[in-house]
């Protein structure tokens, strides 16, 4: 049963009162500060902190809800968090009069999401990328090195990941300029300079980090949930062919670090909680530091369209679920801090590309296509062996409740022609 407002939220809409995502915004003439999303609104906490409606948090976090970020409330930790959350839901709720009647403070507190402009919800100091998914690390390694060889050794007793570029992550809706690197053929004698001609997406979340650790102090398993604020839909833009000439042996550079989109709004742990689900087994055991009690994924679809410069509208072309990842977020966070590694709020960490078993359900054009070989068919006609300049791609996810959703909006970017 849906939790009721005296703001109307349709059942589809993505921000129900469950949900209630943290994000960063800015309004006309207006520096950015936080709001969560409800229905087609947001809501200022700014404008509810200076209506003094914010009595009951600590001052400290009170005074943590009016920044231009989200880091000061990250570093506050869960039992924070968790008040914030419960205080918005109770002045939201239908049954609350402090906000529904007085229409002064409403509009106060109260922006169309279609009249404001999304920030990035944190300054993100670092930015990790898992590999995680295991299909689509099969898939990859398949086209790499053959079936019998697709796994690295280590794929299934860690959860393989390399320090991504935070200084070029950019909130959903900026566009994305096609990037310039070396390639080379397989039949050339040296490699070739030029704007890449496999510029792809990949399908994935990524979770904020709250509190962090000190270095040199492991976060164990079964502590790492008390870290992360919430999650985001990804997409990690990648240069395939930038990425097969230079990616051994330390990994993707160039191939990634020109850009990687995330969506706006926040979706907290909490909202997910009903979503929760038994993470399924793992062969072999992992080692013991690894090893969580009753843990868990979440139930979250999620689908990439994409919308060529001809095209109407958007084409779904991607339909996954998060339960597609084989390591939990809580084994990620543990291995990336236990060799003592510092995680600090406002960090970002990715799942990797979430590709399940099926074709429909890989999360990147080099697995449906398979690196070219079988390009897409658009309902127009058209095809695609990789995205081309004018092409847009958007990323969306949700959790389907009785009668709400939990949605994650969505993470977009449109392709320009290199410089
Ligand atoms: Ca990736």
Redesign the pocket.
């Known amino acids: 049963m849906a939790l009721k407002s005296f703001v109307d939220v349709a059942s589809e809409s993505h921000f129900s009162l469950e949900n209630l995502p943290f994000g960063v915004f800015k309004s006309r003439a207006s520096e950015a500060r936080i709001g969560v999303a409800l229905g087609d609104y947001v809501v200022d906490l700014s404008a509810l902190e200076r209506a003094g409606l914010f009595k009951d948090l600590s001052p400290e976090t009170a005074a943590a809800t009016t920044r231009d970020s989200l880091n000061e409330l990250l570093a506050l930790g869960r039992p924070a968090w968790r008040k914030v959350r419960e205080t918005l839901q109770k002045l939201l709720s239908a049954e609350t009069a402090t906000l529904r009647d007085d229409e002064t403070l409403r509009e106060r507190v109260f922006h169309r999401q279609s009249d404001v402009v999304m920030q990035l919800p944190a300054k993100i100091g670092n930015y990790t990328?898992f590999?995680s998914s295991y299909h689509h690390a099969y898939n990859v390694g398949t086209m790499l090195r053959g079936p019998e060889n697709a796994l690295m050794p280590n794929w299934k007793w860690l959860p393989v990941a390399y320090h991504g570029r935070a200084s070029s992550l950019v909130v959903s809706g900026t566009d994305v300029r096609r990037p310039q690197g070396q390639n080379k053929p397989p039949d050339a004698g040296a490699p070739l300079f030029g704007a890449t001609k496999s510029l792809d997406y990949?399908l994935?979340m990524a979770f904020l980090i709250g509190p962090g650790n000190s270095l040199g102090q492991p976060v164990p398993v079964d502590r790492a949930l008390d870290h992360i604020f919430g999650f985001v839909l990804m997409n990690?833009w990648?240069a395939r062919d930038i990425q097969a000439w230079e990616y051994q042996p330390l990994g993707p550079f160039l191939a990634?670090n020109f850009c990687t989109s995330i969506s706006p709004w926040v979706v907290m742990l909490e909202a997910l909680e009903p979503f929760r689900k038994p993470l399924p087994r793992q062969d072999p055991e992992p080692l013991p530091y690894l090893r969580a009690k009753n843990d868990s994924t979440f139930d979250i679809q999620l689908e990439a369209k994409l919308q060529t410069a001809k095209m109407k509208s958007p084409h779904s072309i991607t339909q996954t679920n998060f339960q597609n990842l084989y390591w939990s977020v809580s084994q990620q966070l543990a291995h990336h801090t236990v060799g003592g590694c510092n995680l600090q709020p406002g960090d970002l960490l990715?799942s990797?590309?979430i590709s399940g078993e099926t074709e429909e359900s890989r999360g990147c054009m080099l697995e449906l296509t398979w690196r070219g070989a079988n390009p897409l068919k658009l309902p127009n006609g058209e095809t695609r062996k990789w995205l081309e300049d004018g092409d847009t791609l958007k990323i969306t996810g949700w959790c389907n409740g009785d009668g709400y959703r939990i949605g994650f909006g969505e993470v977009s970017g449109k392709i320009l022609p290199a410089h």
């Open positions: 990328d590999y990949e994935e990690d990648s990634k990715a990797g590309t």
